[in-house]
């Protein structure tokens, strides 16, 4: 189980690193909870394929449009 820990805490803080990169100066703005949710979704699909496979979502997200952005997830 340590193992697992370890992993995960340290794939996790790679991810945040990254993701907050490619938003920019859109990161400091962007709601905790509404963060949660793209750093989740990061972890699961990797930072590339949050923004490959979700170009709408994000644009909204740096748009400030988090309805938006969560209709372009159904």
């Given amino acids: 189980m340590f193992y697992y820990q370890s992993d995960y805490g340290t794939h996790y803080q790679s991810v945040e690193q990254d993701v907050s990169n490619r938003f920019g100066e859109h990161w400091d703005g962007v709601p905790d909870d509404i963060k949660g949710v793209i750093l989740d979704m990061g972890y699961n699909v990797g930072s590339q394929g949050l923004f490959?496979?979700?170009?709408?979502?994000?644009?909204?997200?740096?748009?400030?449009?988090?309805?938006?952005?969560?209709?372009n997830l159904k």
């Fill in 52 to 71: 490959d496979k979700f170009p709408g979502f994000i644009g909204d997200i740096e748009s400030g449009n988090y309805e938006g952005a969560a209709l």
